[in-house]
């Protein structure tokens, strides 16, 4: 009766890891083929804010960006 039980809270704790380690491999897969932000998002968000970014600029708040993914 105790193995059972033992047995069951093992499976679900192991399933419970196997899952999120699955969903946040395809998570990151998926956000690397479809970034959230591209280089003309962040060109019109420094527009809007009242400059007119550079190249260097807006290839520096990418790699910002991509650090954290």
């Known amino acids: 009766m105790w193995a059972e039980i033992l ?3 093992i499976g679900l704790i192991v399933g419970l ?4 380690f699955l969903a946040r ?10 970034p959230p932000i591209n280089e003309k998002m962040i060109e019109v968000m420094m527009t809007s804010m ?8 807006v290839n520096q708040v990418m790699r910002e ?4 993914m």
């Open 50 to 57: 009242g400059r007119k970014p550079s190249k260097k600029q």
């Open 25 to 34: 491999f395809f998570m990151q897969r998926y956000l690397k083929k479809n």
């Open 7 to 9: 047995w069951c809270i």
């Open 17 to 20: 890891l196997i899952g999120f």
């Open 65 to 68: 960006m991509n650090k954290f």
